[in-house]
């Protein structure tokens, strides 16, 4: 027994449509496991309402960025350009000279 035309079109069109998603959500994912640099770097560029409204977004960052840390375990180390980019910091260079607070985001 044959297909309607119909009926294929549309397991056509349902297939390319969740491969598409798969490749995003791979895309978006491997994006997350970058450093910050580049995540930013690509994110920038990302459309965030699919992102973060079509893809389950919150719990992949989640994922991709859970560390495996104990409380008392000290930080990695790690590199990033300060807000002017004219230079880099590195966290190790302030390890044991005095507290360093970490700010992620916004805070106006």
Same mark, same amino acid.
Request: charged share 15%; aromatic share 10%.
């Given at each position: ?7 294929? $079109? ?10 598409? !998603?798969? *490749? %995003? %959500? ?18 920038? @560029? ?5 992102? $973060?409204?079509? &893809?389950?977004?919150?719990?992949? $960052? &989640? $994922?991709? @960025?859970?560390? =495996?840390? *104990? ?6 180390? %790690? ?8 230079? @880099?910091?590195? &966290?190790?260079? =302030? ?6 607070? &970490?700010?992620?985001?916004? !805070?106006?």
């Amino acid at each position: 027994m044959k297909m309607p035309k119909a009926l294929t $079109w549309l397991i056509r069109g349902v297939a390319v449509v969740a491969v598409a !998603y798969v *490749a %995003f %959500f791979a895309t978006i994912l491997g994006a997350m496991l970058q450093p910050p640099e580049r995540f930013g770097q690509i994110m920038k @560029r990302a459309p965030a309402a699919l992102v $973060w409204g079509l &893809l389950p977004g919150p719990r992949m $960052w &989640l $994922w991709a @960025r859970g560390g =495996h840390l *104990a409380e008392g375990e000290a930080a990695p180390d %790690f590199t990033l350009s300060t807000a002017d980019r004219t230079s @880099r910091v590195t &966290l190790s260079s =302030h390890r044991g000279q005095r507290p360093v607070v &970490l700010v992620f985001g916004s !805070y106006t």
